[in-house]
């Protein structure tokens, strides 16, 4: 039963304004990532300045809500740790939370119910070295207690998810199974499903599992939200038993609800570890050759035949996944850390989001076997268009796939070489995205795609470059040279002077002669230049690096303010400025096209000029004066590229500082205020990735300084 409204607004109220009681390490974020795998497993405890986890129901990333409810029974009491649930005539305490923590792949919550303290811990793990481990739809949720007294209880523990979990229309019927054996699993989907279909974000297909290992003391109950709840509540224990009134979703909240009986405890006890996900097939429409649809299956269906075979392995991995989270925590953490501990908190808080909005695929051949060559990674531009594998969201992202695994960058192109490759994509550009809404990779052969030509053709070519910079692996250019070589030719006729075109940064307009985008095509220029050297093509490796080297000598020229003291925002306009990131990929791909005396004058200018703000510097100076916007992957972006340490500080801290305000209470956003820090638009990203753009030059840059 949902709170009545008054009492909801007052939750909320209290969420907004509460502050911060208990240790939150690294710090407490605006909201904590809980199971964050794909672009339909993410949920979130949206934290704002101090909120429990017992003081608001999960969310998915829109700001609807995922039941999901945890009690802990201690000597017969009963209190709640997760979750807002409401039951009637029940005498239910709330735990007190004692602290938070997050690392790259856990979000680890201390409550003390009464006598004992309970350890919740969420993993949803990353696994960027095994591709197959990070298909898998699954999370880890494990609760674990420990007497505080001294003294020995009697202890059992209760979890449950509601059929919000399947789709975004709470009015629709729902179905649902629960199977037993070796391992338990409630099932639950749409009763009509819509293949590839969404509502307000939530694809209305496949299903939602909640699952633990069988063994001695657990129950199972399916059934309305306040009737199984009670059950708990007042005897510990659940019925075996299962509501087969299938209803809409809000007709009476069936719940899927699991209890492990602990029995008497003197001590830490092991967890119990349920597992939740969203699994479906198949997963993506993709366009191949002849105007065709094909149908791509996430790719751990290549290994298993069943849901339940996934889930029982993933379950049963448990301890290893533990220790493998652990191991690429502290990695990320000591590499961050080189740069300081605040960016190290905010990389920590990226990595789940970066890759909670990606989903690796598999094709099948003629015989419908599983084509295991045959990867690709698709990736949903979640909260604004929506688009797939946007070419440039993939790119603000790009810095945490170089440094986790640059095949994964590999596998997010490969969609898009493939079907240009076949022609029916008109334009002699590089296209912006695969498809209008995800996950129907359908293309543009009309060629009426979001026109960027100069943006996307430079992004492609870049990130083409970095990755086989960073794996040795040259088959990108080999297998598809002649497409580009077209985008080069198009970056040739056209980068120098750019015109009324506009940038990733759409939502800012059309602007002619844009600094930093006429920047990043002279680089993509350069960088087709490498690729023609490496595959051996050296007449036109050398008339491709003459005309690069030409154009950023006139760049400089057109951009350098008449003081000689600043870029401009565009060419001769003295009093404009904007953060010019894409030089960023100059520093990665070691191209030393840009001189010296220009990073040197952007670092002057970005860390002395009256417009920094509290949280960052704008975007540009038409932000300035009227919406003083800022775009914090693009500010981890320029702070790679400072020579002072301190400049350098000021952009990690102002980004950092905003995503530990108490001011927002959604997953990161990527566009924002830097003057109060409240949120403009886009959240839940994974251009968050962007973040990692730092580790990422000194992992792979030879610096120059």
Known sequence: MRPPLFTSLLVLLKSAHAAVTWTATPFSPASFPLAVRSPYLSAWLPQGDGTALNEAWPQFWTGSILGWAGYVNVDGTSYNFLGVPDVPNTNAQKAVQKSSEFTSTQSIFVLTAGPIDITISFLSPVEPSDLLNQSLPFSYLAVSAAPNDGSSHSVQIYTDISAEWVSGDDSLTVNWTTSTGNLITHQVQLEDQTVFGEVSDHIQQGSAYYSTLSSSGITYQTGQDIVVRAQFINHSTLLNTEDTNFRAVSNDWPVFALAHDLGTISGASEPVVYSVGHARDPAVEYIIANDALQNRSSYFWSRYATAGDAISTFLGDYENAVARADAFDAKVQADASEISSTYAGLVALSVRQAFGGIEFTVSKDDTGAFNTSDIMTFLKEISSDGNVNTVDVIFPAWPIFLYTNPVIGKDLLLPLFEYQATGQYPNEWACHDMGSVYPMALGHNDGNDEKMPIEESGNMLIMSLSYVQKSGDTSLITTYYKLLNQWAEY????????????????????????????????????????????????????????????????????????????????????????????????????????????????????????????????????????????????????????????????????????????????????????????VSGFMARPVVGGHLALVCTRKFVRRRY
């Not at 008339?543 to 030409?550: G, M, R, V």
């Not at 209470?665 to 566009?671: E, Y």
């Open 491 to 678: 970056l040739i006729a056209n980068t120098l002077i750019p015109g009324d075109q506009i940038s990733t940064d759409d939502f800012a307009g059309a602007l002619a002669n844009q600094t930093n985008l006429a920047i990043k095509g002279i680089i993509g220029i350069k960088a087709m230049a490498v690729m023609a050297d490496m595959v051996g093509d050296t007449a036109t490796s050398a008339n491709y690096s003459s005309i690069a080297s030409s154009y950023v000598s006139q760049w400089q020229g057109f951009a350098t303010a008449s003081d000689g003291l600043h870029l401009t925002l565009s060419y001769g306009n003295d009093s404009s400025w904007g953060l010019s990131y894409n030089m960023y990929a100059d520093k990665l791909l070691n191209t030393n096209l840009i001189p010296d005396s220009v990073y040197e004058m952007r670092e002057t200018v970005n860390s002395l000029n009256d417009f920094t703000e509290t949280y960052g510097v704008p975007l540009d100076t038409r932000y300035v004066y009227h919406f003083v916007d800022t775009v914090p992957d693009w500010q981890s972006w320029t702070a790679a590229l400072v020579t002072e340490t301190s400049v350098r500080d000021m952009f990690v801290d102002a980004v950092q500082k905003y995503a530990a305000d108490g001011l927002n209470d959604v997953p990161l956003s990527d566009w924002y205020w830097a003057n109060t820090g409240e």
